[in-house]
């Protein structure tokens, strides 16, 4: 089974602290995800890698960067949180780009809140 | 127009009937199409995932796929309330490696 694990389930910070989100995998995938999800606007993508130091940007990047050193870990970071990135975040890993490989596994989310 | 709508509102349906869920999608080169549960406060997992045109069944549920028409279906027999979830629908769509996902559907089931 793919597990997908995330650093935190609850985390509480301050505006303009800096945060990190990470993301570990453990099936050698080759493309993590990092989405968003808040009430009435669905998953939105921030960012994505296809392979180590590789990433491409989503549909709301503003505001985040990440960052992919090993293959099994991607991080998502928040250079100056700020109140509207109060949000459920999400990481996911999927196998390749072949049918049957976009198959995307989610971790357990992690719940921010700024304060 | 969406990648991918999925347009009806919350639909509640009594213990043991059939829920049915529709999702279209905008890219008629798309060849794979997911189906993810999602409990409220958790993150979505796969329950189902279709390649052909056709119906796929496993267990309760059914994915039926139509890429002519662009839409791709999925129905709950006997209902249970642990069905009770949001749905949503995915799609490979223009971007390699992506997937697009719907908004999602909320189901109830009323025991």
């Known amino acids: 089974d793919v597990k997908v694990t995330q650093s935190s389930r609850y985390l509480v910070k301050r505006t303009g602290e800096k945060v990190f989100l990470e993301c570990v995998q453990d099936m050698d995938h080759e493309n993590m995800f990092w989405y968003r999800q808040d009430p009435g606007l669905g998953l939105r993508l921030i960012y994505f890698s296809y392979d180590v130091k590789m990433k491409e940007k989503g549909d709301i990047p503003e505001g985040y960067s990440v960052s992919r050193e090993k293959k099994e870990r991607f991080s998502l970071i928040l250079e100056s949180a700020s109140t509207n990135q109060t949000s459920m975040y999400l990481c996911?890993?999927?196998?390749?780009?072949?049918?049957?490989?976009?198959?995307?596994?989610f971790g357990p989310g992690t719940r921010l809140l700024v304060l | 127009q969406k990648e991918v709508e999925q347009n009806s509102g919350p639909l509640s349906v009594p213990e043991g009937a059939i829920a049915s869920l529709n999702c279209t999608y905008s890219d008629r080169v798309s060849q794979s199409f997911f189906w993810y549960r999602q409990y409220s406060g958790k993150s979505p997992e796969l329950i189902m995932s279709i390649y052909s045109n056709g119906d796929k069944e496993d267990g309760r549920f059914t994915a039926q796929l139509n890429k002519a028409s662009q839409y791709v279906s999925l129905l709950i027999r006997d209902s249970q309330p642990s069905d009770s979830a949001t749905y949503l629908c995915a799609v490979n769509g223009k971007r390699n490696n992506r997937l697009a996902f719907g908004k999602g559907n909320q189901v109830v089931v009323i025991p």
């Open positions: 996911a890993s999927s196998l390749g780009s072949g049918v049957a490989e976009e198959t995307q596994y």
